[in-house]
């Protein structure tokens, strides 16, 4: 699967991908607002990818994409869908380096993957979920066409998120 955007191209992860990966998850800010997922080494960061993210191609139909700059083919961040086990809708979520923050990347990479889930995948509404305290991820969610609904409890945890829905 391939999706391409003016700047960006989307593709599926791959094990080789794990280097990239494991800069990404340890992003202190993918840390802060996402969570540590416990990838503390390059081999971490392979099994992550086949058992979490790379699986979910073939059980689900759709995942995460690794996200690179089309003219460098630089890896910049991921984007996708994912089926969460306790949420009803099928969930956009998105994570860049912090060296590409601010570009409109992530603007322009939620748009493919929305418009993907639409044509291609025949989604209705997505949903997403962000932080209590991102703001720069639930801006980025109003310009992709979404409306905050409420706070929920993370399956799980304590711990509270938003809840957006496309309008």
Not at 29 to 47: C, F, L, M, P, Q
Not at 69 to 86: F, Q, S, Y
Request: aromatic content about 14%; glycine content about 6%.
């Amino acid at each position: 699967m391939i999706l391409n955007s003016e700047r960006l191209t989307l593709t599926e992860f791959s094990v080789e991908d794990a280097p990239f990966f494991y800069n990404l998850v340890n992003d202190p800010d993918w840390i802060k607002y996402i969570g540590d997922r416990n990838v503390k080494t390059i081999s971490d960061a392979e099994k992550y990818l086949a058992d979490k993210i790379i699986s979910s191609y073939k059980e689900n139909g759709f995942g995460f994409y690794i996200v690179r700059l089309k003219e460098e083919n630089t890896p910049i961040g991921m984007c996708g869908l994912i089926k969460r086990d306790w949420m009803h809708y099928i969930d956009i979520g998105y994570a860049f380096l912090a060296q590409f923050r601010g570009k409109g990347y992530a603007l322009e990479a939620g748009f493919a993957i929305k418009k993907y889930a639409k044509e291609q995948l025949k989604i209705n509404q997505l949903a997403a979920i962000t932080d209590l305290n991102n703001t720069r991820s639930s801006n980025l969610l109003l310009k992709l066409g979404f409306e905050f609904k409420k706070v929920i409890s993370y399956s799980g945890e304590e711990s509270k998120c938003n809840l957006y829905l496309e309008k």
